[in-house]
C-alpha cells in the first residue's frame, strides 16, 4: 500500500523559510519521480515541484528561484526547501506520486505566510 506523509509546515513571516518534508512508503521509491503541488482557499491545486527518479528537478514559476526539492533515498523522503516566503505562498502542501496508473497523495501539511 502506497503511503505518503507530509510534514514541515507551520506559520512562518514573511521572507522566512520552510522544509517540508514527504515520507514515502509502500513503493520501490529510488525508482519514481515525485510531485509537490498546493492548493491555496478559493484556488485550484497547482503543481508547483517535481523531482525525478535522478534527482532532476523542475518548478513552477511562481516558486522558482525561491524553492529546492531534493530527495534523500536512503530515508524514501523528498523535501521542498522553500525560502523568501510570500503570503501567497500560504496553501496546504501535497506530495503526489503517479504509480501503477494511479495517483497517491498525503494528507497535505499548511503553510501560512503571514505577519
Known amino acids: 500500500q502506497v503511503q505518503l506523509v507530509e510534514s514541515g509546515g507551520g506559520l512562518v513571516q514573511p521572507g522566512g523559510s520552510l522544509r517540508l518534508s514527504c515520507a514515502a512508503s509502500?513503493?520501490?521509491?529510488?525508482?519514481?519521480?515525485m510531485n509537490w503541488y498546493r492548493q491555496a482557499p478559493g484556488k485550484q491545486r497547482e503543481l508547483v515541484a517535481v523531482?525525478?527518479?535522478?534527482?532532476?528537478?523542475n518548478y513552477a514559476d511562481s516558486v522558482k528561484g525561491r524553492s529546492t526539492s531534493s530527495r534523500d533515498n536512503a530515508k524514501n523522503t523528498v523535501y521542498l526547501q522553500m525560502n523568501s516566503l510570500k503570503p501567497e505562498d500560504t496553501a496546504v502542501y501535497y506530495c503526489?506520486?503517479?504509480?501503477?496508473?494511479?495517483?497517491?497523495w498525503g494528507q497535505g501539511t499548511q503553510v501560512t505566510v503571514s505577519s
Open positions: 503526489h506520486i503517479r504509480y501503477l496508473n494511479l495517483d497517491y
Open positions: 509502500g513503493i520501490s521509491f529510488s525508482m519514481h519521480g
Open positions: 523531482i525525478t527518479s535522478g534527482g532532476s528537478t
